[in-house]
């Protein structure tokens, strides 16, 4: 659920970096936060428990144009990636008006891929939160390891409604801009349906 901010002008969105553990969502963000402008964007918050970390900040990209004269904010969420830490992962899809389904590409990974897509459906269900209506984009990470599935065989597993995907190596920040623009685009779209 975006939040107004009347006093500064703003329209705040929450973006949710989603998958299994070290599938490269804090590798993403880490990459976003390095390349966005730093009069724009805020700190850079880690939350750290014993085998993961949740990261946050927020931004201001000025070249999305404004809503009905409202700047657009945009707050960037990664959830633990351990099943283990899931009520922090509710917690933080929570209002959440758009996700990043970051999926590792290892063939050893695709079990935890899937259980990690089924835990954010079942979390987004508990929410009220229709998951065929709430912007959704796939990112195929890790692309450039030599053990990884196929692009199809991704698509069958996680992406039966072939939603937008990405192929990515978030290491190198291939398709991480990419990915962003692209669910940025679409939360843009279901606000301005809103106006």
Request: positive net charge; hydrophobic residues 40%.
């Amino acid at each position: 659920m975006s939040f107004i901010n009347y006093a500064a002008r703003e329209i705040n969105c929450k973006l949710v970096y989603y998958g299994p553990g070290l599938g490269g969502k804090t590798t993403n963000l880490q990459h976003i936060y390095r390349r966005v402008d730093p009069g724009s964007k805020g700190k850079l918050i880690s939350l750290a428990t014993e085998t993961e970390r949740t990261l946050f900040f927020d931004f201001l990209p000025l070249e999305l144009g404004s809503i009905k004269g409202f700047k657009t904010r945009f707050h960037l969420y990664t959830v633990p990636g351990q099943v283990f830490y899931d009520a922090s992962r509710k917690l933080i899809l929570k209002g959440a008006d758009g996700v990043v389904f970051v999926a590792d590409s290892q063939v050893e990974r695709m079990e935890s891929n899937i259980e990690s897509l089924q835990n954010m459906e079942m979390n987004l269900a508990e929410q009220g939160i229709n998951v065929e209506k709430i912007p959704l984009i796939f990112q195929y990470n890790k692309r450039d390891l030599p053990n990884i599935v196929t692009v199809d065989e991704l698509q069958k597993s996680l992406n039966s409604r072939n939603l937008l995907w990405f192929e990515a190596i978030a290491i190198q920040g291939l398709g991480v801009f990419e990915t962003l623009k692209a669910v940025t685009k679409l939360v843009l779209l279901e606000l301005r349906k809103k106006e």
